[in-house]
Each structure stands twice: as structure tokens, then as C-alpha cells.
């Protein structure tokens, strides 16, 4: 495992319990709203409001990583995008997630000038903490961006945010949040994918860390133009 792993995504499934509850306990483990898996995300997945899909490693690398057979889920997902889906019924080990959100009901008071239509939001990004540094992000990444342009998707812009580069590297901020200042920071990261910074929020989130603090700081939105060529002129 390392700068050539690959992934497969396959969909979070809101009606199955085993998969909310696995979903609620990778939230916990990354300090963030793991309140919103029931009350909100279910809703939002089946509306094709969100698109949450776990990140697996192939199954030789799963089993080294996570061997517990209570961390087994299956592909049991019948829409996504609130399209129908056709579930494999392969079973697999979730090391992570991520979402591609169709709105962003947080940001529509921002001034992004965007189209209505074909773009999407990467959210809800957690690798497990034991796996991370490793590639694994990078790959989900790519798998993410390749899927996006495909059925039932076809994004044309692929949108984030994320903690601005000066403020992730504050050393207080960072660990408290971070458990450490990152030697590349998220901005920097994104931008080396071809993620441009089109606009800076002061205090955009305010949310409280696990000490029960709000911070100040900025968020940046990243775009990055992903439409295939053969789709330019449509």
C-alpha cells in the first residue's frame, strides 16, 4: 500500500442499520457531525441531495487494516443520486468516506456565481486515522473525480472548502483540531489537483472542536473544472 493504491467507492445505503451505524462510528472517530448521520443525512442521501460513498481498499489490503469481522458491510445501496441502482451484494471493509453533495444549502448566500445545474460539492472526507498519509486520500480522490463525470452524475464542476492554508497551520489551531500542524495543509494539497481558490470566508463555520471551542478562522472555496472535452461544446 502506498502512492499506487487504488479504490473502490461504493454507496452508503440509508436504510440499512449496520451501515448508519458504521457510518455514525466513523463520524465520531473524526470529531465531526456524527449528530448528523440520522437526523439529516438518511433524508439527504435518498433525495440525492447528498451522494455518500464509502472508500474501500482491495480486499487482501482491507484485511490487513481493519481484519474485524464486525466492520464488514455490504453493497446493498439501490439508488444514488436518487437514481436507481443495481446493488452488487459485494461485501467489503469501509476504511473512510466521501460525499458529493448536488447543493450546499450553507453556501447559497456566498457569491460563487455558479451554475445551477452539473456541479457538485465534495464533502463529508474522512480516511481512518490509523491509514491516513498513506495514499489513500490521493486515490479516493481520483476515483471521486473519475465518477463524477460519468452516469448519473455528469458533474461539470467538482466545488470544496476547506480551512484556509495560514490558519491550518496556526500551531494552537492545529492541535486542537489536527492533533498537529500537517506538513502540507488542505489548500495546498487541493490546489496541487487543480483546485483553484475563487473566494475567502472569515468565521464561515462555527463549530465547536472537541474542547468546546469555536476558532477564528478562514475557509476557502476551490473550484476545479472537471467536464470532458467531448463535452465542452454542449
Known amino acids: 500500500m502506498g502512492s499506487s493504491s487504488k479504490v473502490t467507492l461504493f454507496p452508503w445505503d440509508p436504510n440499512s442499520d449496520i451501515h448508519v451505524k458504521c457510518l455514525v462510528s466513523q463520524r465520531v472517530e473524526c470529531s465531526w457531525d456524527q449528530e448528523k448521520v440520522e437526523i439529516k443525512w438518511k433524508k439527504q442521501q435518498l433525495k440525492g ?3 455518500i460513498y464509502w472508500i474501500v481498499l482491495p480486499s487482501d489490503e482491507s484485511q490487513v487494516i481493519s481484519p474485524k469481522k464486525d466492520e464488514m458491510l455490504q453493497d446493498t445501496a439501490t439508488t444514488i443520486n436518487a437514481v436507481s441502482r443495481q ?7 469501509p476504511i473512510g468516506h466521501i460525499s458529493l453533495d448536488s447543493k450546499n444549502p450553507d453556501a447559497e448566500h456566498i457569491e460563487l456565481d455558479l ?3 452539473k456541479i457538485f460539492w465534495i464533502k463529508t472526507f474522512y480516511v481512518r486515522q490509523s491509514i491516513q498519509g498513506q495514499g ?14 460519468r452516469e448519473p ?5 467538482l466545488m470544496l ?19 498537529g500542524v500537517p506538513k502540507t495543509t ?3 494539497w487541493y490546489a496541487r489537483r487543480g483546485y483553484r ?3 475567502t470566508v472569515q468565521n464561515y463555520y462555527q463549530v465547536l472542536d472537541k474542547n468546546g471551542k469555536i476558532w477564528d478562522t478562514k475557509t476557502v472555496f476551490m473550484r476545479k473544472d472537471i467536464a470532458r472535452a467531448s463535452d465542452a461544446h454542449r
Not at 452524475?153 to 464542476?157: E, F, G, P
Not at 472548502?161 to 492533533?179: M, P, S
Open 49 to 51: 441531495e447528498k451522494c
Open 87 to 93: 446493488p452488487t451484494k459485494e461485501f467489503f471493509i
Open 115 to 117: 451554475p445551477v445545474k
Open 136 to 149: 489513500i486520500g490521493r486515490a479516493a480522490m481520483d476515483e471521486v473525480e473519475a465518477m463524477a463525470v
Open 153 to 157: 452524475l455528469l458533474a461539470k464542476i
Open 161 to 179: 472548502d476547506t480551512v484556509q492554508k495560514d490558519d491550518q497551520k496556526r500551531e494552537e489551531f492545529a492541535n486542537a483540531t489536527y492533533g
Open 186 to 188: 488542505n489548500e495546498e
Open 197 to 199: 481558490l475563487i473566494k
